[in-house]
T-cell receptor, first 116, second 115 residues
Framework: GAGVSQSPRYKVAKRGQDVALRCDPI?????LFWYQQALGQGPEFLTY????????KSGLPSDRFFAERPEGSVSTLKIQRTQQEDSAVYLC??????????????FGQGTRLTVV | GESVGLHLPTLSVQEGDNSIINCAYS??????FIWYKQESGKGPQFIID?????DKRQGQRVTVLLNKTVKHLSLQIAATQPGDSAVYFC??????????????FGPGTSLSVIP
C-alpha cells in the first residue's frame, strides 16, 4: 500500500480481555517500530523490529505486552489481560533501512484502544 | 487509579504571523533531531530534520535551529496558516548498540492558528 496501515482503527476491550493490533508497514521497509501514545502526551517507544528480528523490546511496559513480525512484514502487537492503564493510541512506524540515521520513518494513523 | 492527562503547552498565533516552537532535549549523544506534526486522529508526520553537526536547516516555510550547548531545538514556521494547526513534537534519534536508530519523542506543543 501507499502508507503504513493499522487495524483496527478503534478497539474497545473489557478489562481482562486480550487484544491484537495489526500493522502493515510500507512494502519493503526493513525497520518497524511500535509506540504507545497516551492522551495529551508524546509517543513512547515500545519495541523495534529489523526485518523479523526484534532488536529492542525495552519499552514494553509489562510481560502482558508481546509483539511479533514473523515474516519481516506485517507485525502484531498483542496485549493480554488488558488493564485500564493500557488505554492509549498505539502507533506503528516503518522505515526503509535499519541503522541509517537520515532514513525517514512513516507513521500509521494508529489504533485507539479503550479498556473499560 | 484514575490517570490524569497532561495538558499540552499551547501556542496561539494569528494567521500570517511567524510561529516559534521550542524543545529541550536530554541526550547529548543524539545524532539527529526531527520535528513531527500530528493532526487530530492521525499519526505523526515528518516535517524537517537536522543533523547534530549543523545548527540551522531550512525547508519550505520551516526552519529548525539547534543549540547543542544548551540542548535546545526550535521550529520556526513562517507565515503561519490555519492548516498548520496541530500538535508539534520534537524527537531525537541516536544509534543503539544493536546498530539501529532509536527515536525518542519529546513533549508536544499544540499550535492554534487564529484566522
Amino acid at each position: 500500500g501507499a502508507g503504513v496501515s493499522q487495524s483496527p482503527r478503534y478497539k474497545v476491550a473489557k478489562r481482562g480481555q486480550d487484544v491484537a493490533l495489526r500493522c502493515d508497514p510500507i512494502s519493503g521497509h526493513v525497520s518497524l517500530f511500535w509506540y504507545q501514545q497516551a492522551l495529551g502526551q508524546g509517543p513512547e517507544f515500545l519495541t523495534y523490529f529489523q526485518n523479523e528480528a526484534q532488536l529492542d523490546k525495552s519499552g514494553l511496559p509489562s510481560d502482558r505486552f508481546f509483539a511479533e513480525r514473523p515474516e519481516g512484514s506485517v507485525s502484531t502487537l498483542k496485549i493480554q489481560r488488558t488493564q485500564q492503564e493500557d488505554s492509549a493510541v498505539y502507533l506503528c512506524a516503518s522505515s526503509l533501512y535499519g541503522g541509517v540515521m537520515n532514513t525517514e520513518a512513516f507513521f500509521g494513523q494508529g489504533t485507539r484502544l479503550t479498556v473499560v | 487509579g484514575e490517570s490524569v492527562g497532561l495538558h499540552l503547552p499551547t501556542l496561539s498565533v494569528q494567521e500570517g504571523d511567524n510561529s516559534i516552537i521550542n524543545c529541550a532535549y536530554s541526550n547529548s549523544a543524539s545524532d539527529y533531531f526531527i520535528w513531527y506534526k500530528q493532526e487530530s486522529g492521525k499519526g505523526p508526520q515528518f516535517i524537517i530534520d537536522i543533523r547534530s553537526n549543523m545548527d540551522k536547516r531550512q525547508g519550505q516555510r520551516v526552519t529548525v535551529l539547534l543549540n547543542k550547548t544548551v540542548k535546545h531545538l526550535s521550529l520556526q514556521i513562517a507565515a503561519t496558516q490555519p492548516g498548520d494547526s496541530a500538535v508539534y513534537f520534537c524527537a531525537e534519534k541516536y544509534k543503539m548498540k544493536t546498530s539501529y536508530d532509536k527515536v525518542i519523542f519529546g513533549p508536544g506543543t499544540s499550535l492554534s492558528v487564529i484566522p
